[in-house]
């Protein structure tokens, strides 16, 4: 059964750096295209960040670039979104989800609030 | 990077079928046929109930059902039930290697 655990959370100042992290079971995440899914409260959901298997390439979306770094380790079987400069509006749940043109595999979210 | 246009509201009565819409470019939707939609529960982690445009993952029933025509996209439920009720997501492959969400559906079963 495919789990994934995201942490690293919590509550940060403006300007402020967070580390995410996503642990990956039950599937080969070597092979996999991973990727990072936020949804601010009440709204809905935006794409953030994805990543080749190999880490070689990543793609985010604009409003995030230069900011937020999309990694993986898959020896340790596991996804990172680093966060810096971060901005009120970054608050949100921030989802670990498996694969890149479809989502079929989700974590239960990681809450990161950005105060002013 | 604009977010692909989807009505804010639907509703339809048990045993209806419904359609919403999902409205993109040649860029996006029109371009290629990685066209996904997920389910929504309050609360609730979205689950992937359409991908490719018109495939269903293992256990999604065939009520739904996916399609395309042009910049626009249409997931429809038919033989509505109460536990449809939820918010519904429509998402695509863009021509810039990224990934566009819609603002999102709220499908209320009347």
């Known amino acids: 059964e495919v789990h994934l655990v995201e942490s690293g959370g919590g509550l940060v100042q403006s300007g402020g750096s967070v580390r995410l992290s996503c642990a990956a079971s039950?599937?080969?995440?070597?092979?996999?295209?991973m990727s990072w899914v936020r949804q601010a409260p009440g709204k809905g959901l935006e794409w953030v960040a994805s990543?080749?298997?190999?880490?070689?390439?990543?793609y985010s979306v604009d409003s995030v670039k230069g900011r937020f770094t999309i990694s993986r380790d898959n020896a340790k079987n596991s996804l990172y979104l680093q966060l810096n400069s971060l901005r009120v509006e970054d608050t949100a749940l921030y989802y670990c989800?498996?694969?890149?043109?479809?989502?079929?595999?989700w974590g239960q979210g990681t809450l990161v609030t950005v105060s002013s | 990077q604009s977010a692909l246009t989807q009505p804010a509201s639907v509703s339809g009565s048990p045993g209806q079928s419904i359609t919403i819409s999902c409205s993109g470019t040649?860029?996006?939707?029109?371009?290629?046929?990685?066209v996904s939609w997920y389910q929504q529960h309050p609360g609730k982690v979205p689950k992937l109930v359409i991908y490719?445009?018109?495939d269903r993952p293992s256990g999604v029933p065939d009520r739904f059902s996916g399609s395309k025509s042009g910049n626009t996209a249409s997931l429809t439920i038919s033989g509505l039930q109460a536990e449809d009720e939820a918010d519904y997501y429509c998402?695509?492959?863009?021509?810039?290697?990224?990934?566009?969400f819609g603002g999102g559906t709220k499908l209320t079963v009347l």
């Open positions: 989800a498996g694969n890149r043109t479809r989502f079929l595999y």
């Open positions: 039950g599937f080969t995440f070597s092979s996999a295209w």
């Open positions: 990543i080749k298997p190999d880490g070689s390439a990543t």
């Open positions: 040649s860029s996006d939707v029109g371009g290629y046929n990685y």
């Open positions: 490719d445009v018109t």
């Open positions: 998402s695509s492959y863009t021509r810039s290697s990224t990934m566009v």
